[in-house]
């Protein structure tokens, strides 16, 4: 017999139910059998299993079943349940013949969707206000990218994006996209405007046989910083040549841009790298990647090295000369013509004077030669020490006299009309000239003492050069320094050298001292740090004040760079900060044994017989200051030190030897270099007898070669000085050497007015 019980249906009558269900959410099927709600019909629930599933047969006739009771009648349903799709809410409106169960809908509760479950008689709490529409849920968007031709390696294949901008779905007009895995670049295939596609497009062509790139990135940023856009420039690529200098030597390599390769003809055009002319041989290769060179081409090609459209440009003609007139000194230029040479004196048209052709010029000129001065008088050359007339060669027997005053003590020659000169302190050098210019050259003499005190003595300068307070010299290029006292009205052949600012700078004071060091920047005391050199103004590392970058730094105030310094002695590490103005207090930073150092502090030459150092030898290598270091005992023997004695050409050195004191050490210590030996001068082939220019000085002078009598040469004597002479005569082998001969002058023995000498 039926029992009656309390289901649940999916719609509001029995008869067109879809399932029966024990709960009122609907979620668990009633049990499998028969079902009757009123009349004498009964249906079948069949298929559920565990509360699962179940539908409901047609409608049977029951008349064998007797009817239950009746039940109460229903209460009719004045309200839906509904369920806010995105929060879960439960709520209830009013109920419609509009919308069903199942449907969504819109209430005035929210602008959710709401589910509606089934008919209630619960109290109504809202109402329906539509139905609602389904949310669109936006699907990304796949946009083709181009492969860019600039890419290493290159590829030619398309791809598939998904990286767009989330404010309007697309990617950046012509953004550039990086595959991270091979380096190729990429670019939107609608540069103005990108469309994409639901779904990656796919085809047989290369076109759009691509998957969707899980490795591209964005060069760049959203929303404003795309950066990057379109396909990288291309690497610039130059081209490499080998050439070789115009003037000669090793094969190079030049760099050129590749657009014009085609303006080279290989083995003949030629290019210039930093100035220097090269020949273009032929390509080595063009490329974008670095290869060593010596430069870049100056933007021209020259059609070779000489000739036609040259790289080294053709020697200029020199249409005029520089000339100056005898008797003022004054200059000016003139047009060159054939038959007038240089030191030629000539008459120019339209200006008073004789002039002599000094040296060519390539700047042109409106004046013209008239011809060669006319004969002068039998001249002589005189030497003014005072004050007096005399007339000059130029002038003429009975020309105008002229009038030197020279009563500061200015020695000067002239040449004069011979017997034309009166006045006093005026001597005869005797000898012809033809030559208003001064033989000799002027000078301004001074008075000076050792910067030590007392030596006075007197040094001249060439006029236009002077000596003021306080600046300091040396004589004749010795190792003396002397300090400016006062001007002299007395002359002498002392020339004044090496003129600096003061003594200071010309002789560094003795306290300035030299310290092998390991230095280290910071301010970190201890650390081990480089090896060198620093000196300072004491012979104590540990009681010094002052440190300075070098000897010169002693006396130009330059300090030292800032840091820490580390001396080892007697085999104890100690460190002081410098920072430039003030040394710290020193730091002991290990007693145990270290490295032990020799500094070369002294030079002993006195056993090298013939040689002086900068005349016929100098020292290369390690000198002064320079050290070893190592673990003791330190050997010092030839070998640790690297000294070498470079002897100036035209000498020889023979029997030289090198050492060191002492040689065997075991604490930090000072080492003598001893030098010994013997360097002579070599024996020339030729001694000659020459008058120097405008005096009656003879010197013995040397020569590889045969010189020709009679003839203007330029010499240099053993003292360091030039001057100009006269060859007179061959002397015996045995003579002495006083200088040595270096150029020719003139084939004649009046060339001593030459510019050359003057």
Same mark, same amino acid.
């Not at 405007?193 to 060069?219: D, M, Q, W």
């Not at 006093?424 to 030590?452: A, K, R």
């Given at each position: 017999m039926a029992a009656?019980?309390?289901y649940y249906i999916d719609t509001i009558n029995f008869?067109?139910?879809? @399932?029966?269900?024990?709960?009122?959410?609907?979620? #668990?099927?009633?049990?499998?059998?028969?079902? !009757?709600?009123?009349?004498?019909?009964?249906? @079948? !629930?069949?298929?559920? *299993?565990?509360?699962? +599933? /179940?539908?409901?047969?047609d409608a049977e006739a029951c008349p064998s079943c007797t009817p239950p009771a009746v039940d109460p009648p229903i209460a009719a349903n004045t309200s839906y349940k509904v369920t806010d799709v995105v929060t879960s809410a439960v709520a209830f409106v009013a109920i419609t013949n509009t919308y069903q169960p199942t449907q969504k809908i819109t209430t005035n509760l929210s602008t959710n969707c709401w589910l509606i479950n089934n008919g209630s008689t619960d109290t109504i709490t809202a109402t329906i206000t539509g139905p609602c529409n389904p949310q669109f849920v936006e699907q990304p968007l796949y946009f083709l990218l181009n492969p860019c031709p600039n890419s290493v390696p290159p590829s030619s294949e398309y791809t598939f994006t998904y990286i767009v901008?989330?404010?309007?779905?697309? &990617?950046?007009?012509?953004?550039?996209?990086?595959?991270?895995?091979?380096? !190729?670049?990429? #670019?939107?295939?609608?540069? #103005?405007?990108?469309?994409?596609?639901?779904? &990656?497009?796919?085809?047989?062509?290369?076109?759009?046989?691509?998957?969707?790139?899980?490795?591209?990135?964005? *060069?760049?940023?959203?929303?404003?910083?795309?950066?990057?856009?379109g396909c990288p420039p291309p690497p610039e690529v130059f081209c490499y040549w080998n050439a070789t200098p115009c003037s000669g030597g090793a094969q190079v390599i030049i760099k050129t841009p590749q657009n014009v390769f085609n303006n080279i003809a290989q083995g003949t055009s030629s290019v210039k790298v930093s100035g220097t002319c090269y020949t273009i041989n032929d390509i080595s290769l063009c490329t974008s990647d670095v290869v060593a060179n010596i430069g870049l081409y100056d933007g021209t090609i020259y059609g070779s090295c000489q000739g036609d459209n040259p790289c080294i440009p053709a020697v200029v003609a020199t249409p005029s000369f520089d000339v100056v007139e005898t008797t003022s000194g004054a200059t000016n230029r003139v047009t060159k013509r054939n038959g007038f040479s240089q030191n030629d004196n000539i008459v120019i048209t339209g200006l008073a004077g004789c002039w002599k052709l000094v040296s060519p010029s390539t700047v042109a000129t409106s004046n013209t030669i008239q011809d060669f001065c006319p004969a002068v008088s039998s001249c002589t050359t005189y030497v003014f020490t005072g004050t007096g007339y005399y007339t000059t060669c130029s002038a003429g027997a009975g020309g105008t006299q002229s009038y030197l005053n020279l009563s500061s003590g200015i020695t000067q020659t002239v040449c004069a009309i011979t017997g034309s000169v009166a006045a006093g302190n005026i001597s005869s050098q005797g000898g012809g000239c033809n030559s208003d210019i001064p033989i000799t050259p002027q000078y301004n003499y001074y008075n000076v003492e050792l910067c030590s005190g007392g030596g006075a003595t007197i040094v001249r300068v060439p006029v236009g050069t002077t000596l003021t307070t306080n600046q300091s010299v040396k004589i004749n290029n010795g190792s003396t320094c002397y300090k400016y006292v006062s001007g002299s009205g007395l002359t002498t052949t002392q020339d004044a050298t090496n003129i600096t600012s003061g003594c200071d700078v010309c002789d560094p004071p003795a306290?300035?001292?030299?310290?092998?060091? @390991?230095?280290? &920047? /910071?301010?970190?005391?201890?650390?081990?740090?480089?090896?060198? *050199?620093?000196? +300072?103004?004491?012979?104590?590392?540990?009681?010094?004040? !002052?440190?300075?970058?070098?000897?010169?730094g002693c006396t130009t105030s330059q300090p030292a760079d800032s840091g820490v310094y580390t001396f080892t002695s007697a085999s104890i590490r100690t460190s002081r900060y410098w920072n430039g103005s003030t040394l710290g207090a020193a730091q002991t930073c290990s007693s145990t044994p270290q490295n032990v150092t020799a500094t070369i502090t002294a030079i002993d030459t006195t056993g090298l017989t013939g040689g002086v150092a900068g005349t016929n030898y100098n020292l290369s290598g390690d000198i002064i200051s320079s050290f070893i270091s190592g673990p003791a005992p330190l050997d010092t023997n030839p070998g640790a030190f690297n000294t070498s004695v470079l002897v100036t050409q035209g000498f020889t050195g023979t029997g030289i030897n090198i050492s060191y004191a002492p040689t065997d050490i075991n604490s930090d210590q000072n080492v003598t270099m001893t030098i010994t030996g013997t360097i002579a001068q070599d024996v020339s082939s030729f001694i000659y007898a020459v008058k120097q220019c405008g005096t009656f000085t003879f010197w013995n002078i040397s020569s590889d070669n045969v010189l020709n009598l009679n003839n203007t040469i330029q010499f240099r004597t053993n003292t360091g000085q030039i001057y100009c002479g006269t060859t007179q005569q061959q002397q015996p082998s045995s003579v002495s050497s006083q200088g040595d001969y270096i150029s020719a002058v003139s084939s004649s023995a009046n060339a001593c007015s030459s510019p050359q000498c003057f």
């Amino acid at each position: 017999m039926a029992a009656a019980g309390t289901y649940y249906i999916d719609t509001i009558n029995f008869a067109d139910a879809n @399932e029966v269900f024990l709960d009122e959410a609907l979620t #668990t099927c009633a049990p499998n059998g028969f079902y !009757q709600m009123g009349g004498a019909t009964a249906r @079948e !629930q069949v298929d559920c *299993v565990n509360g699962v +599933g /179940g539908r409901l047969l047609d409608a049977e006739a029951c008349p064998s079943c007797t009817p239950p009771a009746v039940d109460p009648p229903i209460a009719a349903n004045t309200s839906y349940k509904v369920t806010d799709v995105v929060t879960s809410a439960v709520a209830f409106v009013a109920i419609t013949n509009t919308y069903q169960p199942t449907q969504k809908i819109t209430t005035n509760l929210s602008t959710n969707c709401w589910l509606i479950n089934n008919g209630s008689t619960d109290t109504i709490t809202a109402t329906i206000t539509g139905p609602c529409n389904p949310q669109f849920v936006e699907q990304p968007l796949y946009f083709l990218l181009n492969p860019c031709p600039n890419s290493v390696p290159p590829s030619s294949e398309y791809t598939f994006t998904y990286i767009v901008d989330p404010s309007n779905n697309k &990617p950046p007009a012509n953004g550039r996209y990086l595959d991270t895995t091979t380096g !190729q670049f990429y #670019t939107s295939a609608n540069t #103005t405007n990108p469309i994409g596609s639901a779904i &990656p497009l796919s085809g047989s062509n290369n076109l759009y046989n691509s998957v969707v790139n899980e490795n591209l990135t964005l *060069v760049g940023s959203f929303p404003t910083d795309p950066v990057n856009l379109g396909c990288p420039p291309p690497p610039e690529v130059f081209c490499y040549w080998n050439a070789t200098p115009c003037s000669g030597g090793a094969q190079v390599i030049i760099k050129t841009p590749q657009n014009v390769f085609n303006n080279i003809a290989q083995g003949t055009s030629s290019v210039k790298v930093s100035g220097t002319c090269y020949t273009i041989n032929d390509i080595s290769l063009c490329t974008s990647d670095v290869v060593a060179n010596i430069g870049l081409y100056d933007g021209t090609i020259y059609g070779s090295c000489q000739g036609d459209n040259p790289c080294i440009p053709a020697v200029v003609a020199t249409p005029s000369f520089d000339v100056v007139e005898t008797t003022s000194g004054a200059t000016n230029r003139v047009t060159k013509r054939n038959g007038f040479s240089q030191n030629d004196n000539i008459v120019i048209t339209g200006l008073a004077g004789c002039w002599k052709l000094v040296s060519p010029s390539t700047v042109a000129t409106s004046n013209t030669i008239q011809d060669f001065c006319p004969a002068v008088s039998s001249c002589t050359t005189y030497v003014f020490t005072g004050t007096g007339y005399y007339t000059t060669c130029s002038a003429g027997a009975g020309g105008t006299q002229s009038y030197l005053n020279l009563s500061s003590g200015i020695t000067q020659t002239v040449c004069a009309i011979t017997g034309s000169v009166a006045a006093g302190n005026i001597s005869s050098q005797g000898g012809g000239c033809n030559s208003d210019i001064p033989i000799t050259p002027q000078y301004n003499y001074y008075n000076v003492e050792l910067c030590s005190g007392g030596g006075a003595t007197i040094v001249r300068v060439p006029v236009g050069t002077t000596l003021t307070t306080n600046q300091s010299v040396k004589i004749n290029n010795g190792s003396t320094c002397y300090k400016y006292v006062s001007g002299s009205g007395l002359t002498t052949t002392q020339d004044a050298t090496n003129i600096t600012s003061g003594c200071d700078v010309c002789d560094p004071p003795a306290t300035c001292f030299s310290y092998a060091i @390991e230095y280290s &920047p /910071g301010t970190t005391v201890c650390l081990t740090g480089g090896q060198g *050199v620093v000196f +300072g103004d004491t012979n104590n590392f540990l009681t010094a004040t !002052q440190l300075f970058a070098s000897q010169a730094g002693c006396t130009t105030s330059q300090p030292a760079d800032s840091g820490v310094y580390t001396f080892t002695s007697a085999s104890i590490r100690t460190s002081r900060y410098w920072n430039g103005s003030t040394l710290g207090a020193a730091q002991t930073c290990s007693s145990t044994p270290q490295n032990v150092t020799a500094t070369i502090t002294a030079i002993d030459t006195t056993g090298l017989t013939g040689g002086v150092a900068g005349t016929n030898y100098n020292l290369s290598g390690d000198i002064i200051s320079s050290f070893i270091s190592g673990p003791a005992p330190l050997d010092t023997n030839p070998g640790a030190f690297n000294t070498s004695v470079l002897v100036t050409q035209g000498f020889t050195g023979t029997g030289i030897n090198i050492s060191y004191a002492p040689t065997d050490i075991n604490s930090d210590q000072n080492v003598t270099m001893t030098i010994t030996g013997t360097i002579a001068q070599d024996v020339s082939s030729f001694i000659y007898a020459v008058k120097q220019c405008g005096t009656f000085t003879f010197w013995n002078i040397s020569s590889d070669n045969v010189l020709n009598l009679n003839n203007t040469i330029q010499f240099r004597t053993n003292t360091g000085q030039i001057y100009c002479g006269t060859t007179q005569q061959q002397q015996p082998s045995s003579v002495s050497s006083q200088g040595d001969y270096i150029s020719a002058v003139s084939s004649s023995a009046n060339a001593c007015s030459s510019p050359q000498c003057f």
